[in-house]
């Protein structure tokens, strides 16, 4: 998939992470997924976890986030 | 995966907040790509047995099956403490999915790698 959208709407922490992850391997390297997560922790976490799984954080203005899947796993 | 991390969890229906958010940090973990193990000891190793779990439901979580599910489907492993498991009189032939009866000698390898633990 090039390009995926998912609002996790209040969902957040591991339970939103572990899905998100699902959501962004699906993706094509260099596909993107459009996420809106309300979660208020997400505003640290969502950069976070693109910090320790490589994944390119594009945009970031919460809740909206674009995260692109990293070229090589 | 790029490091490791060790969720250590002790109980089971005597503290479901505790059983809960333990599956929340292991998910987290596994889901930003860390090698996960989720120790199941004491009370804890009930939640190995399956069915057991299927009630436990914390406001404003997931449902614990629905949280120990998506911890194994992407890759977590739960280890579950062998004596603590006889000692209850529980049933090896009805674990849940991916989890494994192990000995301490399989979590000491675990951490001697340098993995970090968080207890619940």
Redesign the interface.
């Known amino acids: 998939m090039r390009e995926d959208s998912w609002d996790a709407g209040d969902m957040g922490?591991?339970?939103l992470?572990?899905?998100?992850?699902?959501r962004v391997r699906a993706l094509i390297p260099g596909g993107v997924l459009h996420l809106t997560a309300r979660d208020p922790g997400a505003v640290e976490?969502i950069p976070a976890?693109c910090r320790?799984?490589g994944h390119f954080l594009r945009n970031a203005e919460h809740p909206f986030y674009d995260i692109e899947r990293k070229k090589e796993d | 995966m790029a490091g490791k991390l060790c969720v250590s969890l002790t109980n089971a229906k005597n503290d479901t907040d505790k059983a809960t958010v333990a599956f929340v940090i292991a998910n987290a973990a596994v889901g930003s790509d860390q090698e996960t193990l989720v120790f199941l000891s004491t009370e804890g190793v009930r939640l190995a047995v399956e069915g057991y779990a299927d009630d436990i439901h914390e406001t404003g979580f997931a449902p614990l099956k629905e949280l120990m599910a998506n911890f194994v489907e992407a890759g977590g492993t739960i280890f579950v403490c062998s004596p603590c498991f006889k000692k209850r009189g529980l049933d090896e032939n009805t674990l849940v999915k991916g989890a494994k009866i192990v000995g301490g000698a399989k979590l000491v390898e675990f951490l001697a790698s340098g993995a970090p633990c968080v207890s619940y």
């Open positions: 922490c591991g339970e992470i572990v899905l998100l992850r699902k976490d976890w320790l799984t």
